[in-house]
């Protein structure tokens, strides 16, 4: 029998984060995904020192690849250190491949990364959004709602 998978991601120390994502992109969906790294990337990532502010994920040969994301090179790392900006392999079940080739190839979505973590074991993980960009009116809304809930929270805490 298998075992039950958590509702929610068991993010136990986050390493980066995309926060301009949900500014950019509705979310639809959401996946966990390993992540193939080299020995200096798992040193750099437990420094803190990563970036997917500008990276994106692609579907390519039946596989999933983490493109432009920025793994610093390791200070300790010598000559074995890796290369910052390589494609690293995102690991999925086949399922999950094939669901996420067919809504980027029928439905024009994108995939997304949204977070870098380690989860309670120890493993590198990303969390990976199926998202539909928003237009600019789209992204006003978005500023008219969160200046309304800011102001909002003001009131009530005056009102006290």
């Known amino acids: 029998m298998a075992r039950p998978k958590p509702a929610t991601f ?4 986050t390493v980066a984060e995309n926060r301009r994502a949900r500014f950019d992109y509705h979310i639809e969906d959401k996946f966990e995904a390993g992540l193939a ?4 990337e798992v040193k750099a990532l437990r420094a803190g020192e990563a970036s997917i502010a500008e990276s994106y994920a692609e579907v390519r040969d ?4 983490l493109i432009n994301a920025n793994i610093p090179e390791f200070s300790h790392g010598n000559r074995f ?3 910052p900006r390589r494609p690293r392999k995102l690991l999925l079940h086949a399922r999950e491949i094939e669901r996420l080739f067919g809504a980027v190839e029928r439905k024009g979505m ?4 949204l977070s870098v973590y380690f989860n309670a074991t120890g493993r590198a993980k990303v969390e990976l959004a199926l998202a539909k960009g928003k237009q600019a009116h789209d992204k006003r809304q978005t500023i008219k709602e969160r ?3 800011r102001d909002k929270a003001r009131l009530l805490r005056e009102n006290r």
């Open 81 to 83: 250190n890796h290369e």
């Open 62 to 65: 039946g596989e999933v690849w």
């Open 10 to 13: 068991d993010k136990q120390k």
């Open 110 to 113: 994108t995939l997304v990364p």
């Open 147 to 149: 200046d309304w809930k």
């Open 37 to 40: 790294l080299q020995g200096t």
